[in-house]
């Protein structure tokens, strides 16, 4: 059996792909970017049958973060990450969700904002974290080494790259951050990124039209 599995729970209007990953040996789990639709995410954490010790942010963007606070209450879990860069946009949530027409949305202070070179504990499992923003200025990946899997967030789809069109957004860091932080990670990383389907760094690296040859 391998050491985690992951059950992807698409969310929000924006098809945002919010994860629900464990650990097979203590059946610790953590949510990683419950953005809305909670009931949707409660739904798969009953037929998952896991115990959920926290929520996981990878930037605070209202597809990821906007349900956080809620679930986290509502099942006495911290919540842990962005890295604190982020934390403007976790403050603007319940404006932004007004704006897109989400549920009403709560602001927080993470338990913890997470850093480069850090890890997360989920059961026996420790998760890589590494800052990659250009997105978002906090933007973080966790990564399993052990399994060769990495939770991208918005940073890296299946042959594109996440939008930097913002006031705060940085194209040329988001992709050094890919090319210096993600691509070595190896072509056998399968990729959970946040919209759209599961990718690997060796198909990116491949074919990803945005990745310098």
């Known amino acids: 059996m391998l050491p985690l599995q992951i059950a992807i729970v698409p969310v929000t209007p924006f098809q945002q792909n919010c994860s629900i990953l464990w650990c097979t040996a203590t059946n610790k789990a953590a949510v990683i970017d419950p953005g809305g639709d909670l009931e949707r995410i409660r739904s798969a954490l009953e037929e998952t049958?896991?115990?959920?010790?926290?929520?996981?942010?990878?930037?605070?963007?209202?597809?990821?973060?906007?349900?956080?606070?809620?679930?986290?209450?509502?099942?006495?879990?911290?919540?842990?990450?962005?890295?604190?860069?982020?934390?403007?946009?976790?403050?603007?949530?319940?404006?932004?969700?007004?704006?897109?027409?989400?549920?009403?949305?709560?602001s927080f202070t993470p338990a913890r904002y997470l850093a480069e070179g850090e890890t997360v504990s989920v059961g026996d499992l420790a998760l890589d974290i590494l800052h990659v923003p250009g997105h978002t200025p906090g933007h973080g990946v966790c990564v399993h080494r052990p399994s060769n899997v990495a939770i991208v967030g918005d940073t890296?789809?299946?042959?594109?790259?996440?939008?930097?069109?913002?006031?705060?957004?940085?194209?040329?860091?988001?992709?050094?951050?890919?090319?210096e932080k993600?691509?070595?990670?190896?072509?056998?990383?399968?990729?959970?990124?946040?919209?759209?389907?599961?990718?690997?760094?060796?198909?990116?690296?491949a074919t990803n039209p945005f990745l310098p040859r």
């Open 49 to 106: 049958k896991v115990s959920v010790e926290k929520i996981l942010l990878t930037h605070g963007h209202v597809d990821h973060a906007a349900g956080a606070k809620e679930l986290a209450d509502s099942l006495g879990v911290p919540i842990e990450g962005p890295h604190a860069a982020d934390q403007f946009l976790i403050d603007e949530l319940p404006s932004v969700a007004a704006q897109y027409g989400f549920p009403p949305a709560q």
């Open 182 to 205: 993600l691509l070595p990670l190896g072509d056998g990383v399968v990729c959970v990124p946040g919209h759209g389907a599961l990718t690997s760094i060796g198909d990116e690296r």
């Open 156 to 179: 890296l789809f299946q042959r594109s790259v996440g939008r930097t069109d913002f006031p705060y957004g940085n194209h040329d860091q988001l992709i050094s951050g890919i090319v």
